[in-house]
């Protein structure tokens, strides 16, 4: 070996630098969007770490992964860039092979309450428990009605402009939710909405119909990002979401801090056969979770 080589890879390491593109081009397959780096991931989760020191003087060794072959050591925070590939390859691999529906009352829904906001500096105050709780009570009563339903979701933290001057953190939901029709699934969420909800468009909801719709959907739900939505004026005169950028300084400082006292499974949300899959998520390793990720599947019939 040369003088001042670099180890060689091993365990996981070597595993996911040998099946790099693989990975790569799954996970495009998927969407556009969607990459992987070998590397890449880790210079991003150096400049987290970074900036997350800006607001601690410490920061917890166990809130991200130095290197991939402590990945299965313990699990880190969702501010970590290698759990937050973990989450993506479990959620478009084990998680979308193990969800089954006839596509016929399959339904995105996305929960956003103006009541939930959170203003710049106070995001830490945001109860995510008792937010599961709330979300929980709707699938619950659903579930009540209709025994065979699953659901699966997540909560996400972006931003807004709320004025000129004031930026204001929007917490809210996606969930996946089968065999329930659309107008209880609408119901159940508005029954959910506070006092001081002003939202135009609290409970959406879109329809799902194929298999590749729902693994989209499933990407959406785990591309975790600080985002920061604009709202545009309308040719009817009405407010539309806008393009999504991303949020700096210190915006996302604040969310990273946010998303550091978390991890990816307190995100989550589950009603029926998904939970298990949840559950079963905190101790899966990373390579069976890569393997099922880029495992051949079988052409669809015609």
């Not at 390491?13 to 593109?21: A, C, N, P, T, Y």
């Not at 029709?181 to 609290?202: I, Q, T």
Request: glycine share 6%; charged share 25%; proline share 6%.
């Amino acid at each position: 070996m040369p003088k001042n080589a670099p180890p060689p890879r091993m365990g996981i390491e070597k595993f996911l630098f040998d099946h790099e593109f693989a990975i790569r081009e799954c996970l495009k397959g998927f969407h556009p969007t969607n990459t992987f780096s070998f590397q890449g991931v880790l210079v991003r989760q150096r400049g987290m770490l970074r900036r997350l020191r800006k607001v601690r003087r410490v920061v917890d060794p166990n809130v991200a992964h130095r290197a991939w072959n402590t990945v299965d050591r313990h699990r880190a925070s969702a501010a970590c860039a290698i759990e937050q590939i973990r989450a993506r390859a479990w959620g478009l691999g084990e998680l979308n092979n193990s969800l089954t529906s006839t596509f016929v009352n399959l339904q995105h829904v996305t929960f956003a309450d103006t009541a939930d906001r959170r203003r710049s500096g106070e995001l830490h105050r945001f109860n995510l428990e008792g937010y599961k709780r709330k979300v929980r009570r709707a699938l619950a009563q659903l579930h009540r009605s209709y025994p065979d339903m699953w659901a699966v979701g997540i909560v996400e933290i972006s931003a807004a402009r709320t004025s000129a001057e004031t930026l204001s953190f929007e917490p809210h939901c996606h969930v996946l939710i089968d065999g329930v029709p659309k107008e209880a699934v609408r119901a159940a969420f508005k029954n959910l909405l506070g006092k001081r909800s002003s939202g135009l468009k609290p409970v959406r909801l879109q329809d799902v119909p194929t298999r590749a719709d729902l693994s989209r959907v499933l990407g959406y739900f785990l591309k975790q990002v600080p985002e920061l939505r604009t709202n545009l004026l309308g040719e009817d005169g009405r407010l539309k979401k806008g393009r999504a950028n991303l949020l700096t300084g210190s915006s996302e400082i604040e969310w990273l801090a946010w998303m550091a006292a978390h991890r990816v499974t307190d995100l989550l949300i589950a009603t029926g056969p998904p939970a298990k899959t949840i559950r079963d998520f905190e101790c899966r390793e990373l390579q069976p979770i890569i393997e099922e990720l880029i495992r051949p599947r079988p052409e669809p019939r015609p």
